[in-house]
Every structure is written in C-alpha cells, then in structure tokens.
C-alpha cells in the first residue's frame, strides 16, 4: 500500500521555472516505477514522464523533452519533476502515481495516484 502527496505547485509566468514534489509512505517506495501526469481543464489526463524504480531509466512525453526532468530519491521515499522554460499549455493539475512493476506510460497501468497539485503559467 501507497500514499502519495503532490507539493510544488503554484502560478509562474512562461519561461519560469517549478519543482514538484511527490513524498511515499511505506518501506516498499523502491518496488514502484514513479509517473507524473497531467490534466487540464477539457482535457484527457497526459502522460508527461516516468522513472524506473531504481531510477536508471526515464521516459519523458515529446511534449516536454528538454524541460522537464523527472528524478527520484528512494531513500527519502521522493519522486520530482524539475519543470524549466514553462509555457502557458503547460497549465494543468499534475498527479504523482505508482506503479507495481516496470516504468510504464499508461495511466491505466498505475495503481495509486496522489491528490494533485495545481501549476498555472501565465502569458
């Protein structure tokens, strides 16, 4: 069993810069591929990027490649997604979610998901 808790978000003008945070409870945070995703308002949620559960592999959405960076501290049970040059699409609530088994993008395929935070990116 997980819980996960979203942190980091907040508003920021295009081009700035945010790290979201996602803190884990439980001792088994190392058996999780970690993922982020996103949904905007009349928007299916998006996949934006995964880590693997020890962290030597990421996957990141074409929509972010060169921006986003997703990391991982297993002995602080932490996942983030450092988000630099932001833009106005951006925009959307971002959702911390784990996954029992290999890095995967289906959203379908997580099996706990966190409450969200908000990120807002002005013009």
């Known amino acids: 069993h997980v819980q996960l808790v979203e942190s980091g978000g907040g508003l920021v003008q295009a081009g700035g810069s945010l790290r979201l945070s996602c803190a884990a409870s439980?001792?088994?945070?190392?058996?999780?591929?970690m993922g982020w995703f996103r949904q905007a308002p009349g928007k299916e949620r998006e996949f934006v990027a995964a880590?693997?559960?020890?962290?030597?592999?990421?996957i990141h959405a074409d929509s972010v490649k060169g921006r986003f960076s997703i990391s991982r501290d297993n002995a602080k049970n932490t996942v983030s997604l450092q988000m630099n040059n932001l833009k106005p699409e951006d925009t959307a609530v971002y959702y911390c979610?784990?996954?029992?088994?290999?890095?995967?993008?289906?959203?379908?395929?997580?099996?706990?998901w966190g409450q969200g935070t908000q990120v807002t990116v002005s013009s």
């Open positions: 439980g001792r088994t945070f190392s058996s999780y591929a």
């Open positions: 880590i693997s559960l020890s962290g030597g592999y990421t």
């Open positions: 979610a784990a996954a029992m088994g290999p890095i995967v993008t289906t959203s379908s395929l997580y099996d706990y």
